[in-house]
């Protein structure tokens, strides 16, 4: 699966691929949530999760190395 087609599926999917297929690379805070990041195939996947309602609010994909910016400090990633 890409990220278009990883775009396509409903939130419950997503995560559930992305439990399933993907590998826990770090996390941040931010505000009320807990962000995790996963690499998933060739492309990369924010879980935003919310403790206080003990929920996932938003998935975010992306292939972007901008936007790891905010885990560089925290992570080692190789990326070829």
Known sequence: MDNYEFNLLSIGDQTGYTWEHGTYLAHRRETHFVINLYSVNNFFVEVWFNPEE?????????????CL?????GIDLIIR
């Open 54 to 66: 003990i929920k996932i609010n938003k998935i975010r994909s992306f292939k972007s190395r901008k």
């Open 69 to 73: 910016e905010p885990y560089l400090d």
